[in-house]
């Protein structure tokens, strides 16, 4: 049974963006909760986002540390942009005396001295302060001062009582630098929030989050991308199409070509995803450009987003077809995006196509599929994240289009690198084949899952006059294997002008 979040009243803020998300509203106030991760995770940054929110709803926050000093905590803030203004920071660490002969303990263990004087500075603070939100870094050093499993357990449980009644929601960040792996804290806190650093063999390194446990609240499960910016953590979450379904009107795009219309049944369902396929050259790109052209001559918003060609590229080439999407992108109806792929995980491109649409975009291009696939060759189950992303854009009402790049040039396999069932409603093949001593092109659709379709094949040609869709190619046969037999009486009829 799914536990609803209803009461929002008793979360917290993060003040990390879409971490809040995943968390099912924030954080239950009043309760302890343990942020693990290795060094380098973000651990503190998130904890002075989450003390920063504090300070902004006006709340006395608290930072305690037992490794990191004043010092270097105004380091970390100045290089996010932040100040240290309205956050008290008290830093429990030993100073250089102990390493005066004079301040070694010989008849105590010096834990037992140490781990008493931690926890009355500690307490002291919270009298002191009174305050909401508090943070103690970390927990390696509580573990090693305690010694023993036993006394570290119940170290941990005194302070867990005695913060929560002091009305304070506590994170405790552990780096997992202890001689032990006592996952004991996990049992003890009321949540566990996971951050994790995944090395890649290209580019640069993926960081993922995980909420492993939070009693009493349906959180969004399973790993989610985040990356640290200037400006602190931003969480990515993972998108679920099953919990955004909405029921739109569904009307036809309109490409501003007659004859490709025709071809594809009226045009392009909104709501549906098409498969632009064809080897490298056959104009695959320049067909999306037009198909956001004339979306963008309707006034309708419209987002490009590019993993191989370079944006200044694609401008060039679609002026030089007649296409201007420089206007569109001046009017504000066109964005396009430049991806590099190195530096972006999945979940943060997920996250960039969800909010285009946000914005008001009705047509998505994403050219090209390859280029997402190979561009992150580490990442997993990649063809689910795209599955999911056409599928959340589909119950919104969106026209999505992809690029698919075939291999080979003329003849040989018409694969492609994923399930285009799985993938696509819509596969309009884009064709080379030869025809009179030169290579020309033809475009067919093989299927549409909404409305019927044209089953023919015709005459595709781009020129200084645009995109030509012409007449079916009724006296070919085997023009999908590049190399076709045809009735040359009757080739005059479609190549006179032999611009084709």
């Not at 569904?250 to 064809?278: F, Y």
């Not at 995980?345 to 969800?354: H, K, L, N």
């Not at 009179?436 to 033809?442: D, H, L, S």
Request: aromatic share 6%; glycine share 10%; with cysteine.
């Amino acid at each position: 049974m799914e536990i609803q979040n209803s009461d929002t009243s008793r979360f917290l803020s993060t003040g990390v963006p879409g971490l809040d998300t995943i968390l099912g509203g924030g954080l239950t106030s009043d309760r302890l909760f343990l942020i693990e991760g290795e060094p380098g995770t973000g651990k503190t940054t998130l904890a002075l986002q989450f003390l920063y929110e504090g300070v902004r709803r006006g709340e006395s926050v608290i930072y305690i540390t037992l490794a990191e000093t004043r010092v270097e905590l105004k380091a970390v803030a100045q290089s996010h942009g932040w100040s240290m203004d309205g956050i008290h920071v008290e830093d429990i660490i030993p100073n250089e005396n102990i390493l005066h002969p004079d301040h070694q303990f010989t008849i105590f263990h010096p834990s037992e001295i140490e781990m008493g004087m931690t926890t009355q500075r500690i307490l002291d603070t919270i009298e002191k302060y009174k305050p909401t939100r508090v943070v103690l870094d970390s927990l390696s050093e509580l573990q090693l001062l305690a010694e023993s499993p036993l006394r570290y357990r119940r170290q941990v449980l005194a302070l867990k009582q005695y913060l929560s009644g002091k009305g304070c929601t506590t994170l405790f960040l552990d780096d997992r630098t202890a001689l032990s792996g006592d996952l004991q804290v996990r049992s003890v806190a009321h949540g566990v929030i996971t951050l994790e650093l995944i090395n890649q063999d290209y580019g640069s390194e993926r960081r993922r989050v995980r909420i492993v446990k939070y009693r009493g609240i349906a959180f969004r499960g399973g790993s989610h991308d985040y990356k640290i910016v200037t400006g602190g953590l931003v969480v990515f979450p993972r998108l679920i199409a099953a919990h955004t379904r909405v029921h739109t009107e569904r009307k036809r795009l309109s490409s501003g070509i007659a004859q490709l219309d025709a071809l594809t049944g009226g045009g392009l369902d909104e709501g549906t995803s098409t498969l632009l396929s064809g080897p490298p050259g056959t104009g695959k790109s320049s067909l999306c450009a037009q198909y956001v052209y004339a979306a963008t001559q309707r006034g309708q918003k419209a987002a490009m987003f590019l993993f191989e060609e370079a944006a200044n590229n694609l401008l060039l080439r679609s002026t030089g077809l007649g296409i201007d999407l420089e206007g569109a992108i001046d009017s504000g109806l066109l964005t396009i995006k430049q991806i590099d792929p190195a530096e972006m995980a999945p979940g943060e491109f997920m996250q960039a196509v969800t909010d285009a649409e946000a914005g008001g975009a009705r047509v998505i291009v994403i050219d090209s599929l390859n280029g997402f696939l190979k561009a992150m060759p580490d990442e997993r189950f990649l063809a689910t994240h795209m599955h999911e992303l056409l599928t959340y854009l589909g119950q919104r009402g969106v026209v999505t289009i992809l690029v698919g790049v075939q291999p080979g040039l003329i003849g040989g396999s018409m694969s492609t690198t994923v399930d285009a069932s799985y993938i696509a409603d819509s596969v309009i093949m884009l064709r080379y084949f030869e025809a009179r001593g030169k290579v020309r092109q033809a475009i067919s659709v093989f299927k549409k899952r909404v409305g019927l379709h044209e089953r023919t094949i015709r005459l595709f040609s781009m020129s200084s006059k645009g995109i030509e869709v012409g007449e079916v190619l009724t006296n070919f046969h085997g023009i999908l294997t590049g190399v076709p037999t045809f009735d040359d009486s009757q080739s005059h009829v479609l190549f006179d002008d032999d611009n084709g």
